[in-house]
């Protein structure tokens, strides 16, 4: 099992930055992804990293604002989000994916936080 804690949403206005973080413990795992949930839509994807060799993946809405990262030493992964706009409003969750290459379907993953709100005021 894979045990993950996210941390950092919050209330920001439109074009500030925030810095999500998503603590991991129990058996290791290849890689983390981060989605998001706005209401009545449905969980999509928003970028990934191999936890070894750190390759990433970004969804086209958050290339060139943010950046996921992480620490092994600490076995926390980051999403850097900035320029944050509205519609960035959304539960975020990390997942864990237990082997095998990156993906962005939620399905891909085995390993889910519980979420954290950010709200991004106009």
């Known amino acids: 099992q894979v045990q993950l804690v996210e941390s950092g949403g919050g209330l920001v206005q439109a074009g500030d930055s925030r810095r999500l973080s998503c603590a991991a413990s129990g058996r290791t795992f290849s890689s983390m992804g981060w989605f998001r949930q706005a209401p009545g839509k449905a969980r999509e994807f928003v970028a990934a990293m191999g936890w070894s060799g750190g390759n990433t993946v970004y969804a086209d809405s958050a290339k060139g604002r943010f950046t996921i990262s992480r620490d092994n030493a600490k076995n926390t992964g980051y999403l850097q989000m900035n320029s944050l706009k509205p519609e960035d409003t959304a539960i975020y969750y990390c997942?864990?994916?237990?082997?095998?290459?990156?993906?962005?379907?939620?399905?891909?993953?085995?390993?889910w936080g519980q979420g954290t709100q950010v709200t991004v005021s106009s």
């Open positions: 997942a864990a994916r237990k082997i095998g290459l990156l993906m962005t379907m939620p399905s891909a993953y085995n390993y």
